[in-house]
């Protein structure tokens, strides 16, 4: 098993918090659908190999993955939870394809393609993502997209 693992149970508001943990490139089983509801981070790893890298997202009301473009990586989302618009298209100018998401929903995004996708609900987005090659570095957790938009400058 792999996956988020439990960490403490705080007493004081009875939730439980857990540590993000990128099991790559080590043969793995999760329960992807606990894993994607529990997460609170805007983005972390938990598998990344050589081919292939899975993240899970929690994207605010009101916020969003950020307009991006992978050139030589397809990517794969399926939202477990909420409700927001995947926008897709050529140029970053001009994103034509544009539609509504929810629970259950899969959205391919082949390479060199410009997309976002935009939290439309007052709940968090929960998302799982597959790059094919891996986009982000192994062990990658961004609590927040501005972390994530910082520490993608450097990468």
Request: proline residues 5%.
């Amino acid at each position: 098993m792999c996956g988020l693992k439990e960490v403490i149970t705080l007493f004081t508001n009875h939730q439980t918090v857990f540590h993000d943990i990128d099991n790559g490139p080590t043969p793995c089983v999760m329960n992807i659908k606990k894993s994607t509801l529990q997460n609170h981070n805007y983005r972390a790893a938990l598998w990344t190999g050589s081919h292939l890298q899975l993240t899970v997202m929690s994207i605010p009301a009101g916020g969003e993955v950020g307009l991006e473009i992978h050139e030589d990586t397809d990517q794969f989302f399926y939202v477990e939870g909420g409700v927001g618009k995947a926008l897709m298209g050529a140029d970053k100018s001009s994103l034509g394809f544009k539609k509504l998401v929810e629970r259950g929903d899969a959205i391919f995004i082949p390479a060199g393609t410009w997309h976002n996708i935009v939290n439309l609900g007052k709940r968090p987005l929960k998302l799982y993502s597959i790059y094919a090659p891996p986009h982000h570095p192994h062990g990658t957790v961004h609590k927040t997209k501005l972390e994530a938009d910082e520490q993608e400058h450097h990468f």
